[in-house]
């Protein structure tokens, strides 16, 4: 067994589809990128990890994964998490890595997709580069969102949209803040009466097929109660080469850092 390792560490999701072309695209891409490093999976959520071992598949946690390669003989190890921000289930899993980090001689964990303002700009670019709404029509992207104070990112990354010119563009959140009756407002003093809603989500799971493109309690609901004409694009931000490479760049970076986690 080789000594350093590479764990990428997921939230995860159960939806086979989108997290082919999501999570799987992206561990294969830092797979390919870092082929030196052995590479393996864990997911953060409980509730994922549960359905997904009825269905005969295990995924570990972080703790199991890093007690299993510990127990295999690995000594350095990588930790690349796929998540959006800097938020509670990050520094959720930052608390978890620490309580193991004693299995190891050295443990370092990597940044989150939306780190800084330069991450948040890339990202803004290739969504946009991927997206690409009607003439005449809004983009609007929903988010998880938190009431951490890392939410503070999905604002940020609405007034990117407008700095780069496309002030077609809007940003709300599911869990944080603005939420879709402040997307809706927004679109509606802006003139636009047709929408493409759009994830702002790795995966587009659960929450962008119900919370989003849902019949019912929805965005795509709530936008059509007022009128608007609505389309729906289930496509995970995981998807977007742009925005995996953000990844790999980081996870560049934590194979050059000396700090410890």
């Keep these: 067994m080789e000594q350093t390792a ?22 294969e891409e830092l797979k390919q990128a870092f ?21 005969g598949e295990q995924v570990p946690s972080p703790q199991e994964a890093m007690e299993q390669l510990a127990a295999q003989g690995v000594r350095t190890l990588y930790i690349q998490p796929t998540h959006l921000i800097c938020g509670e289930e990050y520094h959720a899993l930052s608390q978890k890595v620490a309580e193991k980090a004693g299995l190891f001689e050295r443990v370092v964990l990597g940044r989150p997709l939306l780190y800084d303002m330069e991450d948040c700009r890339r990202a803004a670019e290739g969504l946009l580069e991927d997206f690409s709404p009607e003439e005449g029509e809004a983009l609007v992207f929903m988010g998880h969102g938190t ?8 604002p940020a990354i609405g007034y ?38 759009a994830p702002m989500m790795l995966v587009a799971g659960d929450h962008a097929r119900n919370d989003m493109a849902g019949e019912e309690d929805s965005w795509k609901a709530l936008f059509e109660k007022a009128g608007l004409t609505v389309r729906c694009a289930l496509r995970g931000m995981g ?3 742009a925005v995996r490479q953000i990844y790999v760049d980081h996870c560049r970076k934590l194979l050059e850092t000396k700090e410890q986690a």
């Design 6 to 27: 590479l764990l990428i560490v997921s939230f995860g999701t159960s939806v086979e589809e989108t997290r082919k072309k999501t999570i799987g695209a992206l561990e």
């Design 35 to 55: 082929p030196h490093l052995p590479a393996y999976r864990a997911y953060t959520s409980p509730t994922i990890r549960r359905i997904l071992a009825k269905r």
């Design 147 to 154: 009431e951490h104070p890392a939410n503070a990112v999905y």
């Design 160 to 197: 990117i949209f407008h700095l780069l010119g496309r002030t077609d563009v809007f940003v709300g959140t599911v869990e944080g803040w603005p939420q879709g009756e402040d997307v809706l407002a927004q679109v509606q003093k802006a003139g636009f009466r047709r929408v493409l809603l």
């Design 239 to 241: 998807e977007i080469p």
